[in-house]
């Protein structure tokens, strides 16, 4: 929904709102004003965000969050990598804590959901504590994560791959930002040090969950009419590089018969990739968003295209076997079109499943406040995926607009958000005392 002259977020949200959900702590007045007043720092013509990773906006963004954390009872802290953490001990401290939290920077224009809903989600639910005076029974933390959609270094996610001990020296030397400025200059700007983000690794015991609320940006709830549903899993995406190499020549003066055109072999190759995905997996998906064509020049047949194929699946065998087969692909036809091909992997990322007894107790939580479950698999990244690779995570997705994101159109009704904070609290709740 975008802002006009006369309407705000809070004012947007609460138009539709069914105030019945405000109970039990939890306060749909409240989350509206606060998602509101995060919307208006780094604010863009029309109604969108600009927050880019340990920027000033960013900082600022943090600094309300932390503010809002105190005054709910957390002891807040932040550390190098601009992670920022807010404890409740909960009734035994000797326990490794339950976590729920997301980020708060953006895309360039982004919407005012993607993070932030996460975040203030994780808030919400330890206000409803306060106010109703519940001690969980082991510790919370509340987790903002700096830098996750990698606006700011082209390379997301930074926060949580900190926390983790998962960014090599060798990347925090090479990375340089939308400036040119290295990252050491911009923690530098931001008040940290390369030593303060290399300490920022913490011992991941402390940890026994995490959980990230996060709207779906697709459109399956929708198409489901349910207010909030279940991830699977997160994919893991393997990034192939392949390079069709074949002759130049002159456009008008060369003959068909005998060309080495590597864009027609690249054409060729592209057309085949979707049919790959439902053959192999229904969570698979493989998508060709970048290709280069060299010398790229009007009359002349280009000497080399490079495209970039983007292949995930919540699984790692079925994304692993999709690689295969459409690198297969790639040698089947240069060799049919006689132009060379140098193909090669550039990432490759884990992907993370959800467990099956997480998405059980979340479908108790759903039933429990009348809500179909639906399982959906992200495509996205997230946070919770790089936790994953050393503690259990879950998440929920909550209803968006015509799956809308990064994007000042993106919206999620206020019924939905505090309908996934109630299912949030609940889980939690239950999680705690096992």
């Known amino acids: 929904m975008v802002q006009s002259e006369n309407s705000s977020v809070y004012q947007e949200l609460m138009k539709d709102f069914d105030s019945s959900l405000s109970r039990d702590g939890v306060n749909g007045e409240r989350l509206a004003k606060r998602l509101h007043e995060l919307s208006l720092i780094g604010y863009t013509e029309p109604g969108g965000v600009k927050r880019p990773g340990f920027s000033a906006e960013e900082k600022s963004a943090k600094a309300l969050v932390k503010k ?10 932040e550390d190098g990598a601009g992670n920022v953490r807010g404890r409740l001990e909960g009734k035994d401290a000797s326990q490794p804590a339950i976590a729920s939290g997301s980020h708060v920077d ?3 224009n982004g919407g005012n959901f993607d993070g932030p809903l996460g975040v203030l989600s994780a808030l919400e639910v330890a206000e409803a504590w306060k106010e109703t005076g519940y001690v969980p ?16 270094f082209n390379s997301g996610l930074t926060g949580s791959r900190a926390m983790i001990g998962a960014v090599t020296e060798e990347e925090t030397q090479q990375l340089r930002d939308y400036n040119g400025e290295t990252m050491e200059q911009v923690l530098a700007s931001y008040g940290s040090s390369l030593q303060g983000f290399k300490e920022a690794k913490r011992d991941m015991h402390e940890l026994g969950f995490f959980i990230e609320v996060h709207i779906e940006q697709g459109k399956k709830l929708e198409q489901a009419n349910q207010p909030v549903g279940i991830v699977s899993g997160i994919a893991g995406p393997a990034w192939l590089e392949a390079e069709f190499i074949g002759e130049a020549g002159h456009a008008g ?11 027609v072999a690249a054409a060729a190759f592209l057309q085949q990739i979707p049919n ?3 053959a192999i997996s229904d969570t698979s998906v493989a998508t060709v968003g970048k ?7 009007i009359n002349v047949i280009p000497e080399k295209v490079i495209l970039h194929v ?8 079925p994304r692993d076997a999709l690689v295969e087969r459409i690198q297969k692909e790639a040698e089947t036809v240069a060799a049919a079109h006689g132009v060379q091909l140098v193909i090669k992997q550039n990432t490759k990322i884990q992907p993370v499943p959800i ?24 495509g996205a990244g997230h946070d919770a995926m790089i936790l994953g690779r050393n503690i259990p995570v879950a998440m929920l997705f909550v209803r968006s607009k015509e799956g809308i994101s990064h994007n000042p159109k993106e919206w999620s009704s206020l019924t939905d958000c505090v309908m996934g904070v109630h299912v949030l609290k609940d889980f939690i709740e239950r999680t705690m005392t096992e």
């Open 310 to 317: 983007d292949i995930r699946d919540i699984y790692e065998e």
């Open 276 to 278: 790959f995905p439902p």
């Open 68 to 77: 809002w954390m105190a005054e709910a009872g957390f002891a807040v802290s």
């Open 253 to 263: 003066n060369t003959p068909m018969i005998g060309r080495k055109d590597p864009l």
């Open 106 to 108: 953006s895309v360039p």
């Open 355 to 378: 467990e099956a007894a997480y998405q059980t107790k979340l479908t108790e939580s759903l039933e429990k406040f009348g809500i179909a479950p639906t399982y959906i698999p992200s």
């Open 137 to 152: 029974e082991k510790p919370y933390e509340m987790i903002i994560f700096t830098d996750e959609e990698g606006s700011r």
């Open 291 to 297: 290709l280069e064509v060299f010398p790229n020049g």
